[in-house]
């Protein structure tokens, strides 16, 4: 039996009828209020009307009935770091099929990051990618817009005109601002705005000529190596920048254990700090590279496993705030190349879930805590009405199975690029339904 799930190409529609669907006999999971518990929910006009152990077997009359079989029931999952591609690299990835593959993947919210051609900078392309989202995505798409103009760290935006736009945050992307007065100016300015900062923290004199990380196994393999101290340096710089400005600041993806301390050290302070983590760092580490297999190259690179368990650690503690794909589709020609000439990134949007089972099956992380991380967490980083079970809220929902084996066979994701790490592995864990607003985009 061809078991191979498809998305519908049915994109969610702003108008619903009055028609109710049941989702009966699930395993209701709410990482915004600890619910964790057998029953049901009903989903009318686009919205959650109810839901609890009451309605585990009942559904109301002439509603459709979607029997959950005892699977999770769960929000949407939101990916606040996606690389999608349009406009300027369509060939990796359009709005369009990043959508399909996130639909696949249980994730019905994506951020799409400003490192495009032309970079997202401007209003006009701001509405761009709304548009474009909203005519040919089949999940909610929102813009993190740039915080300097092309990305070159040396002038700073229109943030305040930016945000009125609809840029949900603001980034410099996969470049870290190595000038600490643009940095400063660019705290300054977003905190009258009430506007989040999202930086990638690496000092680019540091990691420019590196392509792993700096230690045993890159001395092994002959490459040169990116030391973890890039990282930690401009994290430290920006958190005193905080301390001067008050400003909003997320670092994007922290890798080492250094870089939590620091993160930790802020929190304590009080300071508007968040950080993530990808699941790449949550779930694989230097080791895994092997005989230079470019598609286990990335930004930041994978660390020592002492590092990934350091990252482990900080989700379980709340120091982490959110998990990330860093989906980061490459076409072919740029991975099939010497390791230290294959550019970086990897794909995510699909493997995002069943990575992140694996440090549930592993009994590294409670089930609630990786939803936590992603769902309710970056909703209210992101100031977003999603990530939750609740009447009256948006009903944006994933059915998944926690336990389904199965084996990743890259040829089938639905990304445009296939560049996944996770290429041939066996995963534990697979998403049966996904909901935005109340339509089904996917089902297996």
């Given at each position: 039996m061809?078991?191979?799930?498809?998305?519908?190409?049915?994109?969610?529609?702003?108008?619903?009828?009055?028609?109710?669907?049941?989702?009966?006999?699930?395993?209701?999971?709410?990482?915004?209020?600890?619910?964790?518990?057998?029953?049901?929910?009903?989903?009318?006009?686009?919205?959650?009307?109810?839901?609890?152990?009451?309605l585990?077997?009942?559904?109301?009359?002439?509603?459709?009935v979607?029997?959950?079989?005892g699977?999770?029931?769960?929000?949407?999952l939101?990916?606040?770091?996606v690389?999608a591609?349009?406009?300027?690299?369509?060939?990796?990835e359009?709005?369009?099929?990043?959508?399909?593959a996130?639909a696949?993947?249980?994730?019905?919210?994506?951020?799409?990051?400003?490192?495009?051609?032309?970079?997202?900078?401007?209003?006009?392309?701001?509405?761009?990618?709304q548009?474009?989202?909203?005519?040919n995505?089949?999940?909610?798409?929102?813009?993190?817009?740039?915080?300097?103009?092309g990305?070159?760290?040396?002038?700073?935006?229109?943030?305040?005109l930016?945000?009125?736009?609809?840029a949900?945050?603001?980034?410099n992307?996969?470049?870290s601002?190595a000038?600490?007065?643009?940095?400063?100016?660019?705290?300054?300015?977003?905190r009258?705005?009430?506007?989040?900062?999202?930086?990638?923290?690496?000092?680019?004199?540091?990691?420019?000529?590196?392509?792993?990380?700096?230690?045993?196994?890159?001395?092994?393999?002959?490459?040169?190596?990116?030391?973890?101290?890039?990282e930690?340096?401009i994290?430290?710089?920006?958190?005193?920048?905080?301390?001067?400005?008050?400003g909003?600041?997320?670092?994007?993806?922290?890798?080492t254990?250094?870089?939590?301390?620091?993160?930790?050290?802020?929190?304590?302070?009080?300071?508007?700090?968040?950080?993530?983590?990808?699941i790449n760092?949550?779930?694989?580490?230097?080791?895994?590279i092997?005989?230079?297999?470019?598609?286990?190259?990335?930004?930041?690179?994978?660390?020592?496993d002492?590092?990934?368990?350091?990252?482990?650690?900080g989700?379980?503690?709340?120091?982490?705030?959110?998990?990330?794909s860093?989906?980061?589709?490459?076409?072919?020609?740029?991975?099939?190349?010497?390791?230290?000439?294959?550019?970086?990134?990897?794909?995510?949007?699909?493997?995002?879930?069943?990575?992140?089972?694996?440090?549930h099956?592993?009994?590294?992380?409670?089930?609630?805590?990786?939803?936590?991380?992603l769902?309710?967490?970056?909703?209210?980083?992101?100031?977003?009405?999603?990530?939750r079970?609740?009447?009256?809220?948006?009903?944006?929902?994933?059915?998944?199975?926690?336990?389904?084996?199965w084996?990743?066979n890259?040829?089938?994701?639905r990304?445009?690029?296939?560049?996944?790490?996770?290429?041939?592995?066996?995963?534990q864990?697979?998403v049966?339904?996904?909901?935005?607003?109340?339509?089904?985009?996917?089902?297996?």
């Amino acid at each position: 039996m061809n078991t191979t799930p498809s998305p519908l190409s049915k994109r969610p529609q702003r108008a619903h009828s009055d028609a109710a669907t049941a989702f009966i006999n699930a395993r209701i999971i709410d990482p915004a209020t600890d619910r964790d518990e057998a029953g049901g929910l009903i989903v009318r006009n686009g919205l959650i009307e109810d839901l609890g152990p009451h309605l585990r077997r009942n559904a109301p009359e002439g509603a459709t009935v979607v029997d959950c079989k005892g699977h999770v029931l769960a929000p949407g999952l939101i990916d606040a770091q996606v690389f999608a591609g349009e406009p300027g690299f369509e060939h990796r990835e359009t709005l369009k099929t990043a959508s399909h593959a996130a639909a696949a993947g249980g994730v019905t919210t994506m951020v799409v990051m400003p490192d495009t051609n032309p970079v997202i900078d401007q209003v006009a392309l701001v509405d761009f990618i709304q548009r474009r989202a909203r005519d040919n995505a089949i999940v909610h798409v929102h813009t993190m817009a740039a915080m300097t103009k092309g990305l070159n760290g040396e002038e700073m935006t229109e943030i305040g005109l930016l945000k009125r736009a609809g840029a949900i945050a603001f980034s410099n992307g996969k470049r870290s601002i190595a000038n600490t007065r643009v940095m400063r100016n660019v705290l300054l300015y977003s905190r009258d705005f009430g506007a989040l900062i999202v930086h990638h923290t690496e000092d680019p004199y540091l990691s420019a000529t590196g392509s792993m990380n700096s230690g045993e196994v890159a001395t092994r393999l002959g490459l040169s190596g990116i030391p973890r101290a890039s990282e930690t340096i401009i994290l430290e710089r920006d958190v005193r920048l905080v301390e001067m400005t008050s400003g909003r600041y997320h670092a994007a993806t922290i890798s080492t254990a250094d870089s939590l301390a620091v993160v930790r050290a802020a929190k304590s302070k009080r300071l508007p700090v968040t950080c993530g983590v990808t699941i790449n760092h949550l779930t694989l580490n230097e080791n895994d590279i092997g005989p230079y297999r470019t598609f286990f190259k990335m930004r930041p690179p994978l660390r020592a496993d002492a590092d990934r368990a350091a990252m482990v650690e900080g989700l379980a503690s709340g120091d982490i705030d959110i998990i990330v794909s860093s989906h980061d589709p490459q076409d072919a020609d740029d991975k099939r190349r010497p390791f230290a000439e294959a550019t970086d990134g990897a794909v995510g949007l699909e493997t995002l879930l069943p990575a992140a089972l694996r440090l549930h099956h592993s009994g590294e992380l409670p089930l609630m805590t990786i939803l936590r991380a992603l769902t309710i967490n970056p909703a209210k980083l992101l100031g977003l009405h999603s990530g939750r079970l609740a009447k009256g809220s948006i009903a944006d929902l994933i059915i998944f199975d926690p336990d389904e084996p199965w084996v990743l066979n890259k040829d089938q994701l639905r990304s445009r690029s296939k560049n996944s790490p996770f290429d041939e592995s066996k995963m534990q864990g697979r998403v049966m339904r996904t909901v935005v607003a109340g339509e089904t985009v996917y089902q297996r």
